[in-house]
Each structure stands twice: as structure tokens, then as C-alpha cells.
């Protein structure tokens, strides 16, 4: 066990079964994250950027408020607000004050927004093929519910 990730890193053993899970997640998470960033830097995005697209995608043409984007994050970033600013100047996002309370900013993706979206989707699908090309349906299953078990005492 272990031998891609013993040459990836170039490293004959591990200090324990532990040691090496986590080792293979990290490499595992490093290698999907920069093929999905190659995808967005390609259409003038960061992978940041595109995790904010997609959520406000999935609420349009409501949108959502900073708090509720940052909790539906994958990697909650530091600064949404400039993060959101960069996408309003690319045209990809608009704010609005909140109709309830006007303390309140919602931001919702444009149509522009849209269209890169669905530029992007097609591509980020076709990484599905790193996982779908390698395990069966059962193993994804089984991968899925593993790596819950790593992160569920976070909810």
C-alpha cells in the first residue's frame, strides 16, 4: 500500500497507517484543486471566485448575503467582501441592498456570471473522469462516506 504516494513524494516508508491517509488526502486534494484552478485561471477567475459563482448560482435570482456565502463555502475565504468586489468589477456579480433590512447586502450573480459558468461547467464535469475513471460506483460511494468520517465533527 502506498506505493504512487511512497514515489510522489519520495519517501520509502511512513511513520504510521495514519500519517500516510493523511498524506494521500492532502495529495489527492492538491491534485483535483489545481486542475479545477487551471480550468477557472483559463476563463479570468480564481477557484475562490468560482466557489462564490456557484453557490450565488444556485440562489439566483434571489442571492444571498456575505454571512450565508462564506457558511456555504468549501474553503471559506478571508475576505469575501473584496473577494465579491472583484467579481462585481468583472460584471460576474451585483449587489443590492436587502428589501427587509437595508443594513443588509445581498449579492447575486449576473448574467455575465451565468455565462461563464456555463462555460466552466462542461470543463470542471470532465475532472469528474479522475474519479469516475479510477473507482467504480461503489468505491466513490465508499470514498465519499470515508472522507465524511474525517471532517464530521466539524457540523
Known amino acids: 500500500m502506498g506505493n504512487v504516494l511512497k514515489r510522489r513524494l519520495k519517501q520509502l516508508s511512513f511513520e504510521s497507517a495514519e500519517q500516510e491517509a493523511i498524506l494521500n488526502i492532502l495529495v489527492s486534494s492538491n491534485h483535483v484543486k489545481s486542475k479545477i484552478e487551471s480550468v477557472c485561471t483559463k476563463h479570468g477567475i480564481t477557484i475562490s471566485q468560482f466557489n462564490v459563482l456557484r453557490i450565488l448560482n444556485g440562489k439566483y435570482p ?54 461563464v459558468l456555463n462555460k466552466i461547467k462542461p470543463k470542471i464535469d470532465e475532472l469528474n473522469s479522475l474519479i469516475s475513471g479510477t473507482l467504480n460506483i461503489a468505491e466513490r460511494k465508499q470514498l465519499s462516506i470515508l472522507l465524511e468520517k474525517v471532517y464530521s465533527d466539524l457540523f
Open 62 to 115: 434571489e442571492g444571498y448575503p456575505r454571512c450565508d456565502i462564506i457558511s456555504r463555502m468549501i474553503d471559506p475565504a478571508p475576505d469575501v467582501t473584496r473577494l465579491i468586489d472583484r467579481l462585481i468589477k468583472q460584471g460576474l456579480v451585483e449587489r443590492y441592498a436587502s428589501t427587509e433590512d437595508r443594513r443588509l447586502s445581498i449579492a447575486r450573480i449576473t448574467n455575465k456570471g451565468i455565462a
